[in-house]
């Protein structure tokens, strides 16, 4: 098997991984990388279930090939760990019971940071727009929407 070697940075770190060009970020994250955060929901791109940041912008990565990757910054939900806009965020999401099962929360987390990035105070059809490439079967949307529709401050 052809194998390319693909440079970009990942969660605030350089990264150069060797891999197939026909594979997606999403399989480097879980298969090569062992970031398992990022979730492989349909590999369609209808449920969100693995979306990333890829440049500030919300992304679905069993869609994005690696050569969109190529000296791109991309961020997973592990790299949020220590970001103030990302703690935030779980504090509204604690605060407003939008926590689901796990698995779509987070590529809604993923999301919900790249609206609140750009507009601290989005209203609840911008709120719903940026969501929308979301799905969860597990509860719906309406606290979620709450939680991120709260808007966040940090800095």
Wanted: contains cysteine; aromatic residues 4%; charged residues 25%.
């Amino acid at each position: 098997m052809e194998l390319k070697e693909y440079s970009f940075k990942l969660n605030d770190k350089p990264v150069v991984v060797e891999a197939p060009p026909a594979y997606t970020l999403l399989e480097v994250l879980r298969g090569i990388l062992n970031l398992t955060g990022t979730k492989n929901g349909c590999s369609k791109g209808e449920c969100g279930a693995c979306t990333v940041m890829i440049n500030g912008k919300a992304v679905h990565s069993c869609l994005t090939i690696m050569e969109q990757v190529q000296g791109a910054e991309v961020i997973t939900i592990e790299g949020l760990a220590k970001d103030p806009l990302s703690e935030a965020i779980l504090r509204r999401f604690v605060e407003e019971g939008a926590v689901q099962c796990g698995y779509c929360t987070p590529g809604i987390v993923m999301a919900s940071k790249a609206l609140l990035a750009k507009n601290p105070r989005p209203s609840v059809d911008e709120t719903k727009e940026a969501l929308r490439g979301n799905l969860c079967r597990c509860t719906g949307y309406t606290k979620v929407v709450k939680a991120v529709a709260r808007g966040v401050e940090f800095g």
